[in-house]
Nanobody
Framework: QVHLVESGGGVVQAWGSLRPSCAAS????????LGWFRQAPGNEREFVAS????????LHADSVKGRFTISRDNAKNAVYMQMNSLKPEDTAVYYC????????????????WGQGTQVTVSS
């Protein structure tokens, strides 16, 4: 079992930057692939990015490619999402998730979830 806690969301103007992070505790952090997902009111949970166990492999959704970058630090038991050139349509609750099997883009395949952190981008 791994416990995830997100932080670092907030309110930012369009074209600004944020760097949410997700701290993990419990089982060995490097046993897990990690993903970031987001959900806006009335919308289904949406894949943002994923990263494999070592951090050598990443995947980003087309909607954020070139603007967002996922990374992890296994020594600190943390995963990060550098978010640049933010747009109002990026406004959502951002969740990190962990899965021991593979770095999927399907939220239904993730075993463990944090409580989320709100990101609001004003125009």
């Amino acid at each position: 079992q791994v416990h995830l806690v997100e932080s670092g969301g907030g309110v930012v103007q369009a074209w600004g930057s944020l760097r949410p992070s997700c701290a993990a505790s419990g089982r060995t952090f490097s046993d897990y692939c990690l993903g970031w997902f987001r959900q806006a009111p009335g919308n289904e949970r949406e894949f943002v990015a994923s990263i494999n166990w070592s951090g050598s492999g990443t995947l980003h959704a087309d909607s954020v490619k070139g603007r967002f970058t996922i990374s992890r630090d296994n020594a600190k038991n943390a995963v990060y999402m550098q978010m640049n050139s933010l747009k109002p349509e990026d406004t959502a609750v951002y969740y990190c998730a962990a899965d021991s099997r593979h770095p999927s883009s399907n939220y239904r395949e993730y075993e463990h979830w944090g409580q989320g952190t709100q990101v609001t981008v004003s125009s």
